[in-house]
């Protein structure tokens, strides 16, 4: 059973920098695509950034372009989110999740077969 484990969330102010990470472990890491996504009280978890098997490809939400960067470390099992000039607009619960069709980087959130349990994000303006 693959286990998510999300980490680096916190209070910044506008401006500011996070690196979020996610440890996998359970399977073999460097089968999986990964994915992140984030939900606010009331409104669905919305895509924000994927990456596929060896990090070769990767895709983001409009939202976040130029400003997020996804990577894996496959040696580590690990994948990171660093976000750069935080927003408010960016407060939410981050989850990381698993894709086992490693060579797909998906924006859907039903494509995806492991969650992890979430990690706050809140922005101060």
């Known amino acids: 059973q693959v286990q998510l484990v999300e980490s680096g969330g916190g209070l910044v102010r506008a401006g500011d920098s996070l690196r979020l990470s996610c440890a996998f472990s359970?399977?073999?890491?460097?089968?999986?695509?990964m994915g992140w996504f984030r939900q606010d009280p009331g409104k669905a978890r919305a895509f924000v950034a994927a990456?596929?098997?060896?990090?070769?490809?990767?895709d983001y939400a409009d939202s976040v372009k130029g400003r997020f960067a996804i990577s894996r470390d496959n040696a580590k099992n690990t994948v990171y989110l660093q976000m750069n000039s935080l927003e408010p607009e960016d407060t939410a619960v981050y989850y990381c999740?698993?894709?086992?069709?490693?060579?797909?980087?998906?924006?859907?959130?039903?494509?995806?077969?492991?969650w992890g349990q979430g990690t706050q994000v809140t922005v101060s303006s």
């Open positions: 990456i596929n098997w060896n990090g070769g490809s990767t």
């Open positions: 359970g399977r073999t890491f460097s089968s999986y695509a």
């Open positions: 999740a698993a894709d086992s069709v490693g060579r797909r980087i998906s924006t859907l959130r039903w494509l995806y077969d492991y």
